[in-house]
């Protein structure tokens, strides 16, 4: 069964912390893979993507992601994080074909100032 | 600026009495989704069109429907709710194809009283 599954719900850092989130995807065929934020308040917004090439991606506002595929991972990093990256962050897998995505359940990132 | 609007934001209605949330776009994508995300849960796909053809998830209960009466709008419509559906609904839209990114909108939360 396709699914995705981010290994932290709710994690609390300093700011100026470094920042790894999980993800692990169990999927079928070509995957692309995504990691969506979203702010207080606001809808989703996409904060970086692979689909082929090289497997470190780079997104918005410092944020990359390396796409491990002997591990079935796609871990998102962030080397200092700010107060104005508390959010909650999404893992997905889609298929290359549909563009269908499947969401982890979520990791809430809360900042202190 | 292009947009993925829902309407309303914050919807009320009556256990068993049907109910319809909308959603337009201006942003001429072919492909619009419906994800159901409950509390502390990742969004789960409902069923999405690609242009005019219909995409229904198989597990997507029968009271929920769709319809797309043209690229620009899409309606959900639960006909019977249950307190089990309360939770936010989230649409999206894509351009469709390989990789396509998913534009969300801001999501009407679903309460049922």
């Known amino acids: 069964a396709q699914s995705v599954s981010q290994h932290n719900h709710h994690v609390i850092l300093s700011e100026a912390a470094s920042l790894e989130l999980g993800c692990n995807y169990s999927y079928g065929g070509t995957v692309n893979l995504f990691w969506y934020v979203q702010y207080p308040g606001q809808h989703l917004q996409l904060l970086l993507k692979?689909?082929?090439?090289?497997?470190l991606v780079k997104g918005i506002k410092g944020f990359e992601a390396e796409f491990i595929k002997s591990k079935f991972s796609f871990n998102l990093r962030k080397p200092s994080v700010q107060w104005s990256d508390t959010a909650e962050y999404f893992c997905a897998a889609g298929s290359s074909n549909t563009g269908k995505l499947i969401f982890g359940q979520g990791t809430t990132l809360q900042v202190k100032p | 600026d292009a947009m993925v609007i829902q309407n309303p934001r914050y919807q009320v209605t009556q256990f068993g009495k049907p109910v319809t949330l909308s959603c337009s776009q201006t942003?001429?994508?072919?492909?619009m989704y419906w994800y159901q995300q409950k509390s502390s849960q990742a969004p789960k796909l409902l069923f999405h069109?690609?242009?005019?053809?219909?995409?229904n998830e198989a597990d997507t209960p029968d009271n929920f429907q769709s319809r797309r009466p043209n690229t620009s709008f899409c309606f959900l419509d639960i006909r019977s709710p249950g307190l089990g559906d309360a939770a936010m609904y989230l649409c999206?839209?894509?351009?469709?194809?390989?990789?396509?990114?998913?534009?969300f909108g801001n999501g009407t939360r679903l309460t049922v009283t």
């Open positions: 692979y689909f082929s090439g090289d497997p």
């Open positions: 942003l001429n994508h072919n492909v």
């Open positions: 069109y690609y242009d005019k053809d219909f995409n």
């Open positions: 999206a839209t894509s351009r469709g194809g390989s990789g396509a990114t998913l534009h």
